[in-house]
């Protein structure tokens, strides 16, 4: 296990189009958390799973975002009918449960671009 | 609310030169701080918590909460400590990391 690791590293895709993500985060970890950064901004919370359950999502999180952590492994990310405000780096993380928290193990992201 | 501030979006230095990274938050509770740190093509890594009160690569960062403060600090600074640094806050919702819009530090040779 190298550590937390995401699929794609880079998409484009044209406005309107759906894309899905994957996230595959350090094995022992049982809490996921997808994030959204943007150039000259730090990360910002999408919403995290703890184990398969999704258990907070930010307003940020619109009704075309969707996140699913399947039997509490990998995660996906899909955003249907992208638009170009959606164009960001999409950040996975895992942690816990025998570290803390916040103590936050990121992968090396997915550079979405929308056309 | 709950909000990370980092005044400075680029600080440039002479290898050699004290570096300071400044980072304020409001926060009503005990906060717990971090820095975190992406240096080129790498992935973004925790630097160190001030629960810690360690040094990591010289670095060290003091939590003042009459300032409600947590700035970054290093002596003397080298060319590999050039790289994005993220000062956050771990607040009230125990799930959630409160992100500041990051620094970018380049030591200049």
């Known amino acids: 296990d190298t550590g937390v690791s995401q699929d794609p590293r880079h998409k484009i895709t044209k406005r309107g189009q759906n894309v899905t993500f994957r996230c595959d985060p350090i094995s022992e970890h049982n809490r996921l958390y997808w994030y959204r950064q943007t150039l000259g901004q730090g990360p910002e919370f999408l919403t995290y799973f703890q184990n398969e359950a999704q258990l907070e999502k930010s307003r940020l999180l619109s009704d075309r975002f969707s996140a699913e952590r399947p039997k509490g492994s990998f995660s996906t990310l899909e955003i249907q009918r992208t638009e170009q405000g959606d164009s960001a780096m999409y950040l996975c993380?895992?942690?816990?449960?025998?570290?803390?928290?916040?103590?936050?193990?990121f992968g090396p992201g997915t550079r979405l671009t929308v056309l | 609310a709950q909000r990370v501030t980092q005044p400075e979006k680029l600080l440039s230095v002479f290898k050699g030169a004290p570096v300071e990274l400044k980072c304020n938050y409001s926060?009503?509770?005990?906060?717990?701080l971090f820095w975190y740190v992406q240096y080129s093509r790498q992935r973004l890594q925790l630097l160190l918590r001030h629960i810690s009160r360690e040094s990591i690569k010289g670095f060290t960062a003091d939590l003042n909460k009459g300032e409600t403060s947590f700035h970054l600090k290093k002596p003397f600074a080298q060319e590999e400590d050039s790289a994005m640094y993220y000062c956050?806050?771990?607040?009230?919702?125990?799930?959630?990391?409160?992100w500041g819009a990051g620094t970018k530090l380049i030591i200049k040779p």
């Open positions: 956050a806050l771990w607040g009230d919702s125990n799930y959630q990391l409160i």
């Open positions: 926060y009503s509770g005990s906060p717990e």
């Open positions: 993380a895992s942690t816990g449960p025998t570290s803390s928290y916040n103590e936050q193990f």
